[in-house]
């Protein structure tokens, strides 16, 4: 069984600000971890993901994201969020083998403040 | 390349009513997933399908709910009667398999916009 723990439900900062999302993972196989955003009235779209090779990883607008194998973690940090960055924001693990069951966490709002 | 298709975008309904939502994944894509968003939560894998097979359906509430999909493309998502609680958006996904094609998959998903629902 798998699981993700996103530690904050809502991140309010100002523009410009650097911002880190938390996203914690428990599996007993090995994994790929994802992050998703999610704009109001859409469907997901993938930030970046971790597949195996360098631990930091770089994605789309801006954001990257660091594997940390013995902190079963793989937070989100951008240096500088602009206000288009105000979105729900998703971590989620992927078994490397068989079915490739995906599981999301909870998600994290980043609010953008101007 | 054309993404994830579904319809409809918005639905309401009666509860003890019946609604079908409909996907169409990307052109090759072998899996297909149906997930549950309530909102202010994650989405909740309901069932996936690998070609026409079904692989995992433990969370899908098989009293009311329902899935197919026919010749491994299209699916079709089913709630019969709808409670209150069914009030979500309800995302289709697909990805690669591995081995497809030559590709490995990673289980990246590739989401349609939703279909959104509201049980009166």
């Known amino acids: 069984a798998q699981s993700v723990t996103q530690l904050d439900s809502q991140v309010p900062v100002f523009e410009e600000a650097p911002v880190e999302l938390r996203c914690n993972y428990s599996?007993?196989?090995?994994?790929?971890l994802f992050w998703y955003v999610q704009y109001p009235n859409q469907g997901l779209q993938l930030l970046l993901k971790y597949l195996s090779g360098s631990t930091l990883v770089k994605g789309i607008n801006g954001f990257e994201a660091e594997f940390n194998k013995s902190q079963t973690s793989f937070h989100l940090r951008k240096p500088s969020v602009h206000i288009s960055d105000t979105a729900e924001y998703f971590c989620a693990v992927s078994d490397q083998r068989g079915y490739q069951k995906v599981t999301f966490g909870i998600g994290t709002k980043l609010q953008v403040i101007p | 390349e054309a993404g994830v298709a579904q319809s409809p975008r918005y639905k309401i309904i009666e509860k003890r009513q019946s609604v079908a939502f409909w996907c169409n994944p990307i052109s090759g894509h072998a899996t297909l997933y149906w997930y549950q968003q309530i909102l202010g939560q994650g989405p909740k894998l309901l069932i996936q399908?690998?070609?026409?097979?079904?692989?995992?359906d433990s969370q899908l509430p098989k009293d009311r709910f329902s899935a197919e999909r026919l010749k491994g493309v299209d699916s079709t998502l089913k709630i019969q009667p709808a409670k209150l609680e069914d009030s979500a958006v309800y995302l289709c996904?697909?990805?690669?398999?591995?081995?497809?094609?030559?590709?490995?998959?990673?289980?990246?998903?590739?989401f349609g916009e939703g279909s959104r629902l509201t049980v009166l």
């Open positions: 599996s007993s196989v090995s994994v790929y």
């Open positions: 399908f690998q070609n026409n097979g079904v692989v995992d």
């Open positions: 996904a697909s990805s690669l398999y591995p081995g497809f094609s030559g590709t490995g998959g990673t289980g990246e998903l590739f």
